[in-house]
Nanobody, 116 residues
């Protein structure tokens, strides 16, 4: 079955950096675009970014453009989210996502807290 396992979250000061990873299994990873979402306390889950199957095109929500970079390694079945110049408003649980088999699949999420 489809499994997504996020890692790499933590506590970081404003202006700091983190790299999140998502290990995928249970489907042909290289055939699907991948997504990152996040959910802040008391808010709905929101789209953050996506990457095409070959990794040659990406798209970001305006609030993270120029600070976040999504990438993927199709040999390792992993997608990454490099986050730079983090702000307190980036505090959230971050999830990787894929639509396969007619439904959304989510990992357990990884907590990112940006605070001094």
């Amino acid at each position: 079955q489809v499994q997504l396992v996020e890692s790499g979250g933590g506590l970081v000061q404003p202006g700091g950096s983190l790299t999140l990873s998502c290990a995928a299994s249970g489907f042909t990873f290289s055939n699907y675009p991948m997504y990152w979402y996040r959910q802040a306390p008391g808010k709905v889950r929101e789209y953050v970014c996506t990457i095409t199957t070959a990794g040659d095109r990406t798209h970001y929500v305006d609030s993270v453009k120029g600070r976040f970079t999504i990438s993927r390694d199709n040999a390792e079945n992993k997608v990454y989210l490099q986050m730079n110049n983090l702000k307190p408003e980036d505090t959230a649980v971050y999830y990787c996502n894929i639509w396969v088999g007619g439904r959304d699949h989510w990992g357990q999420g990884t907590q990112v807290t940006v605070s001094s």
